[in-house]
C-alpha cells in the first residue's frame, strides 16, 4: 500500500504562485509515473501533468503548459508541482497520483494510477 500526502495548497491571488508537494511512502517510488490532477466543484477530476520514472519526460494538460512544472526527487519520494501566473480557473482541490510499478502509457487518465492523496486545496481568487 503507497501512502500519498499532499501539502503546499492555500488562497492566492491571480498571477500568483504555489508550490505543492507530494510524499510517498514507497520504496519503490522511482518506478512509478507520477501525476498530479484537480477536481473543482461540480467537475470531473481532470489531468495536469504527469512525469516519467526518472523524471525526464514530463506531460501537461494544455490548460496549464507554460504556467505548471512537475519535478520528482526520488532520492526524498517526493513529487511538486510549482504553479506560477494563476488563474481564478484553476481553483480546485489537488490530487497527487502515483501509477503501478513500471506502467508506462495513458498517463493522462485517472485509471492508469493505483493510488491517490487526500488531495489539497487551492483556491485563486479574481
Known amino acids: 500500500q503507497v501512502q500519498l500526502v499532499e501539502s503546499g495548497g492555500g488562497l492566492v491571488q491571480a498571477g500568483g504562485s504555489l508550490r505543492l508537494s507530494c510524499a510517498a511512502s514507497d520504496r519503490t517510488f522511482s518506478n512509478r509515473f507520477m501525476g498530479w490532477f484537480r477536481q473543482a466543484p461540480g467537475k470531473e477530476r481532470e489531468f495536469v501533468a504527469a512525469i516519467s520514472w526518472s523524471g525526464g519526460r514530463t506531460y501537461y494538460a494544455d490548460s496549464v503548459k507554460g504556467r505548471f512544472t512537475i519535478s520528482r526527487d526520488n532520492a526524498k519520494n517526493t513529487v511538486d508541482l510549482q504553479m506560477n501566473s494563476l488563474k481564478p480557473e484553476d481553483t480546485a482541490v489537488y490530487y497527487c497520483?502515483?501509477?503501478?510499478?513500471?506502467?508506462?502509457?495513458?498517463?493522462?487518465?485517472?485509471?492508469?494510477?493505483?493510488?491517490w492523496g487526500q488531495g489539497t486545496q487551492v483556491t485563486v481568487s479574481s
Open positions: 497520483a502515483a501509477a503501478p510499478r513500471y506502467y508506462s502509457g495513458n498517463y493522462y487518465s485517472k485509471t492508469f494510477y493505483e493510488y
